[in-house]
């Protein structure tokens, strides 16, 4: 199996400028040190994006070299220098805030007008992707796309069999080990444009506008700035061109924090059960938001969270289960748990295996570091939002860094969780925690 040796550098320094988050993070003594000084920020997401461009860049070398087939496919044919095209957004996105930071607007005005207009022109790289790669090669648009077409026909998803791109070659799933979650945002994607990767598209600009709606958030330059990391940051083009759904976790994830610190618990509770009904790892993030309301809001109104979105979690299921729970069962739960290891996956135990170094046990590494910073969230009753989407999102990388098989989405999920974290740490006012952020 081709494993770059970049993939493996990139991996190493991911991992430690996780392990320096976590460290960072477990011995804080009060929520005080926050929120990060402004300087931070643009160095912050500047590491960020060129981990997660690496990442973006190996999967494709690796890929073209042990399957030339894909020579002829997706952005490697679009866009032959996918490298220069992919760094020069990012680049140009993080010298615009750098210059954003030091430029003074003439008025709110035209600061508002010029960020509209980048923001769109931004936004509108992904659905000039979507229309120059119709058809990507991978098995997740095929599977999903499969699965929602059998739906709307009335046919159990969950019980089809799905066509074998890869021809024997790949690893395909023996049938849709995705929960039902994603269908609604599949759907609309279909409707809108007839192309499920819409969907998560929508979740990116839901999340942009709460970003630019959102009451307090007057700091334009850098608020654009963020809205168009969403679209464009790290491995954002690929992940919308390859049809992943790790968008649609982020805005579920995002927007039922963000209605916490609104204090509309009710619906915050609906989206997260939307959340765990979406993504088997969406439990993560979950906790983290359980956690938060209880710090903020106190015990019973957690357990009314909690059974809010649990009940939401089962009803989106409970009409699959009474179609066929057996096949269910065995896609979402049994099937994914069976899925075998990848050699060529982004973690550190594909790394080890390329080296021929046998680690017992480093899977239950990620886990450990999640109860950790869930538990001294915990004990410090830490209420801020912007603190409780940093440790779910260093949570996640941990997981996905020492579990046996993650890409470059799952590296996106951490950064779009970031991206977030920083929007509550800079720009929002939180009575609860008592942070008065930049204006």
Not at 95 to 106: D, E, F, K, Q, V
Not at 249 to 267: D, N
Not at 296 to 324: D, E, I, M, N, Y
Request: contains cysteine.
């Amino acid at each position: 199996m081709y494993v770059p040796g970049s993939a493996g550098l990139g991996i190493i320094l991911f991992f430690l400028w996780g392990l320096a988050a976590c460290g960072s993070f477990l011995i804080l003594k009060d929520e005080n040190n926050w929120p990060l000084p402004n300087w931070i920020w643009p160095l912050f997401f500047g590491i960020s994006l060129v981990l997660l461009l690496l990442n973006t860049q190996v999967m494709y070398a690796g890929l073209a070299t042990s399957n030339p087939v894909l020579l002829n496919k997706g952005p490697i044919r679009v866009f032959p220098n996918n490298l220069a095209f992919y760094l020069s957004l990012s680049i140009w996105l993080c010298m615009g805030s750098l210059a954003a930071s030091l430029i003074t607007w003439r008025s709110a005005k035209e600061s508002l007008n010029w960020g509209l207009c980048l923001v769109s022109l931004i936004a509108a790289s992904h659905l000039i992707v979507l229309r120059l790669v119709p058809f990507p090669f991978i098995d997740v648009f095929t599977a999903i796309s499969e699965a929602s077409v059998a739906l709307l026909e009335v046919r159990n998803p969950y019980q089809i069999s799905f066509t074998d791109i890869y021809q024997g070659q790949g690893i395909t799933p023996s049938g849709f080990g995705y929960l039902p979650g994603l269908f609604p945002w599949a759907a609309a994607g279909m409707v809108l444009a007839g192309d499920i990767r819409v969907g998560n598209f929508l979740a990116l600009l839901g999340i942009a506008l709460i970003f630019l709606l959102a009451p307090g958030t007057k700091n334009y330059p850098r608020i654009f700035y963020l809205s168009g990391l969403l679209f464009a940051g790290g491995a954002g083009l690929f992940v919308a061109e390859q049809a992943w759904i790790d968008p649609i976790l982020a805005f579920l994830i995002f927007a039922s924090a963000w209605l916490v610190v609104r204090e509309k618990t009710g619906w915050a509770a609906i989206l997260a059960g939307l959340l765990c009904a979406t993504k088997q790892y969406g439990v993560v993030a979950f906790c983290f938001l359980l956690l938060m309301v209880w710090n903020r809001q106190g015990g019973r109104l957690a357990v009314k969270f909690f059974s809010l979105a649990f009940f939401t979690g089962v009803l989106v299921q409970l009409p699959f289960c009474l179609w066929g729970f057996q096949d269910y069962w065995n896609a979402v739960l049994i099937g994914v748990g069976k899925l075998p290891f990848r050699p060529d996956a982004y973690t550190l135990l594909s790394l080890a295996n390329a080296k021929g170094i046998s680690i017992r046990g480093f899977p239950f590494l990620g886990p450990l570091v999640f109860l950790g910073l869930f538990f001294q969230c915990r004990r410090l009753r830490i209420a801020d939002p912007g603190i409780i989407m940093l440790a779910a999102s260093v949570s996640y990388m941990a997981i996905f860094l020492t579990n046996r098989h993650a890409f470059c989405n799952y590296y996106q999920l951490v950064f779009l969780i970031l991206v977030c974290a920083l929007f509550f740490m800079e720009f929002f006012n939180d009575p609860v925690s008592g942070k008065q952020k930049s204006k």
